[in-house]
């Protein structure tokens, strides 16, 4: 991998979307409007807010960065860029590197609006710091980026692509602990949910939010997250095809 072809790589997918101001507002703004909405539809219960609110901080990332990275990469294969692109002396690894990179620094942003507009702006009770939740929340968007890069590998079109979500991350929304304990589940899909990378993210957010210093279960949620990301990034590294066919 070579630094320079990654940051070049990432310059480029950020000038583009620079120019797509739908992707961007998809990106940067959705997750602070369902948050927005979610308060105020417990506006007269703040309690239930409180308990689910830190988890989907972490939620809504992961979906939005998964939806925009999986179309937006695979929009450049079916146009040909990407073709174009790996017949240069550009590896698979610089390519993923650079796309994760730019859409990691929209994470940021994201991640950053989002805990802000919770913990400032909606009041959302956490006992422990903010910074650990935008922490989570940045890893959690990182995997969704992940993840989008991954799956773009065996769509054909964009549709295909959308149609990836209910099959990637739906049922990691309902097995990862946000409306019931996963203790509670049968335990065939409490197995499941326990190897689920969405599960030790919602567990970590869980964790910002009823103690008051970094607990030992934080440090694990967070590097399996991160661990996570890296390996599905690496796995779109090894199935990203050279050729569009």
């Known amino acids: 991998m070579n630094p320079a072809r990654t940051l070049a790589t990432a310059a480029r997918v950020l000038r583009q979307l620079r120019h797509d101001p739908r992707s961007i507002a998809l990106m940067l703004l959705v997750p602070c409007v369902m948050l927005f909405l979610l308060r105020y539809v417990f506006d007269g219960s703040p309690g239930t807010f409180d308990n689910i609110g830190a988890s989907l901080l972490g939620i809504f990332p992961l979906i939005t960065m998964f939806l925009v990275t999986s179309i937006a990469t695979l929009r450049e294969r079916t146009s040909g860029t990407l073709e174009r692109l790996?017949?240069?002396?550009?590896g698979k690894a610089d390519l993923i590197a650079g796309y994760a990179l730019a859409f990691g620094l929209l994470a940021v942003v994201q991640s950053a609006l989002a805990t802000g507009l919770a913990v400032w702006f909606l009041g959302l009770d956490?006992?422990?710091?903010?910074?650990?939740?935008?922490?989570?929340?940045l890893l959690d968007a990182l995997l969704g980026t992940a993840l989008g890069l991954?799956?773009?590998?065996?769509?054909?079109?964009?549709?295909?692509?959308?149609?990836?979500?209910?099959?990637?991350?739906?049922?990691?929304?309902?097995?990862?602990?946000?409306?019931?304990?996963?203790?509670?589940?049968?335990?065939?899909?409490?197995?499941?949910?326990n190897v689920l990378p969405m599960s030790y993210a919602v567990d970590g957010m869980n964790e910002v939010l009823r103690h008051p210093d970094i607990t030992p279960d934080f440090v694990r949620d967070a590097l399996v997250v991160a661990g996570c990301a890296l390996l599905v990034l690496a796995l779109?590294?090894?199935?990203?095809?050279?050729?569009?066919?």
């Open 86 to 90: 790996l017949a240069m002396p550009l």
């Open 150 to 193: 991954f799956v773009s590998a065996f769509a054909a079109s964009e549709f295909q692509a959308v149609q990836f979500m209910p099959a990637v991350i739906f049922p990691q929304l309902l097995l990862c602990g946000l409306f019931t304990a996963r203790e509670n589940m049968a335990p065939a899909l409490e197995a499941i949910s």
């Open 126 to 137: 956490v006992i422990g710091s903010p910074w650990l939740l935008l922490l989570v929340a």
């Open 236 to 245: 779109g590294a090894a199935t990203l095809r050279r050729r569009t066919a």
